[in-house]
């Protein structure tokens, strides 16, 4: 199985930007889909952003359709998430997440592998 690591989260200004990373061991990241979810306190986790196992494929969550960016790198078994833009509701704790397929890129049930989070926090 695949053990995920993020990392890049930290304290920012509202209009900041931040690049999370998810480094992959254990299975080359390019047998998975992938995919960001972000949970702030007291709200459930929710999804952010999916990547086809190629890249070719990208979705994302409506609140960050154009401020984020997912990306991948199987070569060196990375997944990246650029944030820009940031706004205070971005603040959350953000996890990397790996499965096997992207019928249900959205829902956290899809995903068999998580990682520890990285947490955000956007001050206004």
């Known amino acids: 199985q695949v053990q995920l690591v993020e990392s890049g989260g930290g304290l920012v200004q509202a209009g900041g930007s931040l690049r999370l990373s998810c480094a992959a061991s254990?299975?080359?990241?390019?047998?998975?889909?992938m995919g960001w979810f972000r949970q702030a306190p007291g709200k459930e986790r929710e999804f952010v952003a999916h990547?086809?196992?190629?890249?070719?494929?990208?979705y994302y969550a409506v609140a960050v359709k154009g401020r984020f960016t997912i990306s991948r790198d199987n070569a060196k078994n990375t997944v990246a998430l650029q944030i820009n833009s940031l706004k205070p509701e971005d603040t959350a704790v953000y996890y990397c997440?790996?499965?096997?397929?992207?019928?249900?890129?959205?829902?956290?049930?899809?995903?068999?592998?998580w990682g520890q989070g990285t947490q955000v926090t956007v001050s206004s």
């Open positions: 997440a790996a499965g096997y397929s992207s019928s249900f890129y959205a829902n956290r049930y899809g995903y068999q592998y």
């Open positions: 990547i086809s196992r190629s890249g070719g494929v990208t």
């Open positions: 254990g299975r080359t990241v390019s047998t998975y889909t």
